[in-house]
């Protein structure tokens, strides 16, 4: 199928099982946050199924191709995996800035980073038994968690690095095996700080990546746009993905109105391009969003397009959410129609 439609992640979770006023008033959580979820144990993990159910149905009834869980049991795209790590003291916690330059609470390195289980094979499991259509997982990438984390262990910053990509490699092997046909790495940091990623950042994911048999992509972004509102025209890090093992790269052109002739340098990779603007509350027509990606077409082929979202979805209104996606396959629709 040319111009297959995705999620690049989450998807809203419901007022009546998070308080999004919270969610959305403070920076995405590095620790746990459970004082966010308006249910408690025994309740919450049924509540949180039955919030997945929804997000699932939703993107079906958009008609997407390939559906993700909405990420609804987790505070952040991050901090469900990042402090499920052996080596993290999550009962004192550190500080790092975030990409905004604000001081938040993150995880501090006080041992070796392990992977104690698997974190996300069940959420995976659950997506599989709602859906018969492929399914997409993501996990946060090495260099992004070290970045949200204080390191209080490691004599340096890549040796930390390569033993979070130990930790995703196990984790994405595991989601591969249970039966994921795509998984996602989120690096957004490596934008947010190129000179770290040219450094480590690159051979981290690498090695996240290794023996890895499956469909992977790597998310890259300027931030979620109810947090980081202004956009610059182009990426600081993004042509040195060309060197990396995914088979995609997910990127964002909707808000930023990315010159897209930077494709170019992505060699053959398949491309998420973001075409929907999550910082308008206006549902996009199709022809806008067809619009967006005949830009990238003229630098790619249309067989290496996949229509997303430019980012998680997690901050807008839930119909919005709808509406844009379903917004987005009838583009494809269009776009089908036009080159095949």
């Given amino acids: 199928m040319l111009f297959p439609t995705t999620i690049v992640g989450s998807f809203p979770q419901p007022e009546w099982l998070i308080d999004r ?54 505070e952040s795209y991050s901090n469900r995996f990042a402090t ?17 330059g604000h001081p938040n609470p993150v995880p501090r390195i006080s ?13 995976l499991l659950f997506l599989k038994r709602h859906t018969k259509r492929m399914t997409k997982i993501t996990v946060p990438g090495p260099f992004t968690m070290l970045q949200q984390a204080q390191n209080d262990f490691y004599k340096s910053e890549e040796e930390a690095a390569m033993d979070y990509a130990e930790a995703v490699n ?3 092997k595991d989601l591969f095996a249970a039966g994921a046909d795509v998984v996602q790495i989120d690096e957004p940091y490596m934008q947010a700080r190129p000179e770290k990623a040219r450094q480590y950042g690159l051979a981290a994911l690498n090695r996240a990546l290794e023996g890895v048999q499956g469909t992977t992509a790597v998310h890259i972004c300027f931030g979620y746009a109810a947090v980081i509102h202004a956009r610059p025209s ?22 930023s109105n990315l010159d897209t002739k930077v494709l170019e340098e992505l060699g ?5 391009v973001g075409c929907l603007d999550l910082s308008d509350m ?17 630098h790619v082929k249309p067989e290496q397009v996949i229509l997303a979202p430019d980012c998680g979805m997690k901050y807008l209104p839930r119909e919005v959410a709808q509406g844009k996606l379903a917004s987005m396959v009838k583009a494809a629709q269009m776009l089908r129609g036009e080159y095949q």
């Avoid at 041992?111 to 959420?123: L, P, S, T």
Wanted: charged letters at 30%; a neutral charge.
């Fill in 21 to 74: 006023a919270k969610l959305a008033g403070r920076f995405p959580p590095r620790v746990r946050a459970k004082e966010l979820w308006r249910l408690q144990e025994p309740y919450l993990a049924q509540a949180q199924d039955d919030a997945t159910l929804l997000a699932i149905r939703a993107q079906e009834e958009a008609g997407l191709d390939i559906v993700s869980d909405g990420e609804i049991r987790r």
């Fill in 84 to 100: 499920a790590l052996e080596g993290v003291d999550l009962d004192n916690p550190g500080t790092a800035l975030d990409r905004s």
């Fill in 111 to 123: 041992g070796k980073i392990r992977r104690k289980h698997a974190v996300e094979v069940e959420d």
């Fill in 170 to 172: 196990a984790e994405i």
């Fill in 234 to 255: 182009g990426y600081s890090f993004l042509p040195e993905l060309a060197g990396c093992k995914c088979g995609q790269v997910s990127i964002e052109t909707a808000q």
């Fill in 268 to 272: 053959g990779k398949q491309i998420m």
């Fill in 282 to 298: 206006n549902i996009e027509t199709p022809e806008v969003v067809a619009g967006r990606i005949r830009k990238a077409l003229k």
